[in-house]
């Protein structure tokens, strides 16, 4: 247990010439990386190269980063439709592995890598390590599931980069991840932050936290709040962070937070950032909310040209107080996807939980969001859990409670909400992402 | 132990099968239920309990998952006859006390009534003062055990 204050905070940047570099220094990097991968997609991707003939773009057109605006985009859409392998880029026998998304909903999204595309993932991963203060020193519990899901092996390739130690936890079976947390001295852990919150309850509960060593934690694949990485940090008394990436783009270490907690910083040497206005595509300006767009400047495998990754931030190209100009994009503010348009109010999942976690803990932060639809009105029901700091044995006060939440939720969305108490821990805890939302409109 | 006594509150959830879990959990682990008092509404039920060793009671729910608490009331004794709770209510109004609710329960020759208060241990003054009697602990916990009382 050695949560650092940022006064006694020493930053540590694994690659300060990149992670620094000048803006126009990185421009000129950007643009002979965006040249390259435009030329390889046109040259070996039927899919791209019909795609910017219809729109009448060749590779020529697009001599600097600043051209990038000229490209087609890229969906989800066209990576279904060229399921599996419709996008590579590079002869299958240089394909060394295949990861994919944890496919909540039909086909999976592949994600195919060369040997060259796993060692950059590995070491953006590493970047956010050393964000995180760690060095080869430490020992790291991924209990972030391995498999086809991006979290387990993205965390161990960066384990491995800074040469650290991995523990290979994977998801699952919160009894023998305390043990092993204590037993083999982890001093740090990764995983998402709803089963971040779940195991340092579960490691309060059963009284070992002091026992521990952990420092830091990562934590990413859905979107958290600020109030959450509070909770789980004054619970275990360590640094959390948030890191970010999808499967398509690399995995996880696209984008991770420094101590700052200003954002999370993008390796755009790698991943070019751009935020823009969904509905007219045109670019926003820092600090102005849009669609993150990326495109893969190095990526051989499966590169992707302005893909929409239907997560709505902001982004700051300014100088971070750790040094970094890596730009940064703010928290999620939801999906695209997560979004549910209740009576004509767009709400997301996020909104709830700061809502409940800003009632000073009188509230547990494990709820669930059901949108159903009676005599056509849309009805929003919030399930939250009643744990022991706010349980009663009078009806009177539970009910005053319920209505508490339903009127602080209600200002907080912008619509009325009916707040439903359950029991405690009756609530999933994800071990993958958690499934905030459940809408059983059928629209 | 004291002359208020503890009492085990569990939230229930309304599914089925959930109060057979919390009463088997608690025979499960020899705490006896010696009164008991099942509120509903329209989403939930809150069970109320007096048992024989309320903090093992409290363990061993916790221990299976279910959150409870313990709550301090007071077992009044009243005396079978027309018009004693009536009198006792009235000194306790007196009191100027307010009852949070209240359930029966029998034992031995006596009839009894849990009351939750806000004010407990001014609730024993009352009634002692107006001579009625109260279960203290060690008693509530074991009654109409055959052999005790």
């Known amino acids: 247990m050695a949560a650092v204050s940022l006064e006694n905070w020493v930053e540590k940047i694994r690659d300060p010439k990149i992670e620094c570099m000048s803006r126009d220094e990185m421009a000129a990097l950007q643009s002979r990386?965006?040249?390259?991968?435009?030329?390889?997609?046109?040259?070996?991707?039927?899919?791209?190269?019909?795609?910017?003939?219809?729109?009448?773009?060749?590779?020529?057109?697009?001599?600097?980063?600043?051209?990038?605006?000229?490209?087609?985009?890229?969906?989800?859409?066209?990576?279904?439709?060229?399921?599996?392998?419709?996008?590579?880029?590079?002869?299958?026998?240089?394909?060394?592995?295949?990861?994919?998304?944890?496919?909540?909903?039909?086909?999976?999204?592949?994600?195919?890598?060369?040997?060259?595309?796993?060692?950059?993932?590995?070491?953006c991963v590493a970047r956010g390590l050393v964000m995180a203060g760690l060095t080869d020193e430490d020992i790291i519990h991924v209990c972030y599931g391995y498999g086809l899901f991006t979290g387990g092996m993205g965390?161990?390739?960066?384990?491995?980069?800074?040469?650290?130690?991995?523990?290979?936890?994977?998801?699952?079976?919160?009894?023998?991840?305390?043990?092993?947390?204590?037993?083999?001295?982890?001093?740090?852990?990764?995983?998402?932050?709803s089963y971040a919150l779940y195991l340092a309850e579960s490691l309060q509960e059963a009284g070992v936290v002091d026992r521990l060593k952990l420092k830091a934690g990562i934590h990413g694949a859905e979107p958290w709040t600020e109030e959450m990485?509070?909770?789980?940090?004054?619970?275990?008394?360590?640094?959390?962070?948030?890191?970010?990436?999808?499967?398509?783009?690399?995995?996880p270490g696209v984008a991770q937070e420094c101590i700052h907690h200003a954002g999370l910083h993008v390796h755009h040497d790698?991943?070019?950032?751009?935020?823009?206005?969904?509905?007219?595509?045109?670019?926003?300006?820092?600090?102005?909310?849009?669609?993150?767009?990326?495109?893969?400047?190095?990526?051989?495998?499966?590169?992707?040209?302005?893909?929409?990754?239907?997560?709505?931030?902001?982004?700051?190209?300014s100088t971070c107080e750790c040094g970094r100009t890596l730009p940064r994009i703010s928290k999620f503010?939801?999906?695209?996807?997560?979004?549910?348009?209740?009576?004509?109010?767009?709400?997301?999942?996020?909104?709830?939980?700061?809502?409940?976690?800003?009632?000073?803990?009188?509230?547990?932060?494990?709820?669930?969001?059901?949108?159903?639809?009676?005599?056509?009105?849309?009805v929003l029901t919030v399930m939250v859990e009643v744990d022991e700091s706010m349980f009663s044995d009078e009806i009177r006060k539970l009910d005053a409670l319920r209505n508490k939440i339903a009127a602080v939720l209600k200002t907080a969305l912008g619509v009325s909400v009916r707040v439903k108490l359950v029991e405690p821990k009756s609530i999933q805890r994800s071990e993958g992402k958690a499934v905030r939302v459940i809408d059983n409109r059928n629209l | 132990m004291g002359i208020t006594i503890q009492q085990l509150s569990v939230f229930l959830e309304n599914r089925e099968g959930r109060l057979d879990e919390v009463l088997s959990v608690l025979a499960g682990n020899d705490v006896n239920i010696v009164a008991l008092s099942l509120a509903d509404t329209a989403e939930y039920g809150m069970l109320r309990m007096i048992v024989?060793?309320?903090?093992?009671?409290?363990?061993?729910?916790?221990?299976?998952?279910?959150?409870?608490?313990?709550?301090?009331?007071?077992?009044?004794?009243?005396?079978?006859?027309?018009?004693?709770?009536s009198k006792a209510m009235h000194q306790i109004v007196e009191g100027d006390v307010n009852i949070e609710y209240m359930y029966a329960f029998a034992n031995g020759d006596d009839a009894s009534a849990v009351l939750k208060t806000d004010d407990p241990a001014r609730v024993v003054d009352i009634l002692r003062g107006s001579g009625f009697d109260v279960w203290e602990a060690s008693e509530a916990y074991v009654s109409n055990i055959k052999g005790r009382i």
């Not at chain 1, 960066?158 to 982890?186: F, H, V, W, Y």
């Not at chain 1, 996807?337 to 999942?349: E, H, L, T």
């Open chain 1, 270 to 317: 790698y991943f070019y950032p751009e935020v823009l206005n969904p509905a007219t595509q045109e670019k926003c300006a820092d600090g102005e909310t849009g669609e993150l767009v990326f495109t893969t400047l190095a990526k051989e495998a499966m590169p992707l040209i302005r893909y929409r990754t239907k997560d709505l931030t902001s982004i700051d190209h």
């Open chain 1, 229 to 251: 990485r509070k909770k789980i940090e004054s619970i275990l008394h360590i640094n959390c962070f948030d890191i970010y990436g999808l499967c398509e783009v690399t995995g």
């Open chain 2, 52 to 85: 024989s060793d309320p903090n093992k009671g409290k363990a061993v729910l916790k221990e299976n998952g279910i959150t409870s608490m313990l709550t301090d009331v007071v077992a009044l004794r009243v005396p079978h006859e027309t018009g004693s709770l």
């Open chain 1, 155 to 193: 965390l161990d390739y960066g384990a491995k980069a800074l040469g650290a130690t991995a523990i290979p936890m994977s998801a699952g079976n919160t009894k023998r991840q305390m043990m092993c947390m204590e037993d083999l001295g982890a001093t740090a852990f990764a995983c998402t932050p």
């Open chain 1, 33 to 123: 990386r965006l040249v390259d991968v435009v030329n390889r997609v046109y040259n070996n991707v039927e899919f791209y190269r019909k795609k910017m003939q219809d729109i009448g773009v060749e590779p020529g057109d697009i001599r600097s980063i600043e051209d990038i605006g000229k490209l087609p985009f890229t969906t989800k859409e066209d990576l279904k439709n060229n399921y599996p392998f419709g996008l590579l880029a590079i002869p299958m026998k240089d394909v060394v592995r295949v990861q994919g998304t944890s496919g909540t909903t039909g086909k999976l999204t592949i994600a195919p890598y060369s040997q060259k595309d796993v060692d950059v993932w590995g070491e």
């Open chain 1, 333 to 378: 503010k939801g999906r695209t996807d997560d979004m549910k348009v209740i009576r004509g109010v767009n709400v997301f999942p996020t909104q709830v939980e700061t809502a409940l976690l800003g009632m000073g803990g009188a509230v547990a932060p494990h709820y669930m969001m059901i949108v159903d639809r009676e005599d056509n009105l849309d």
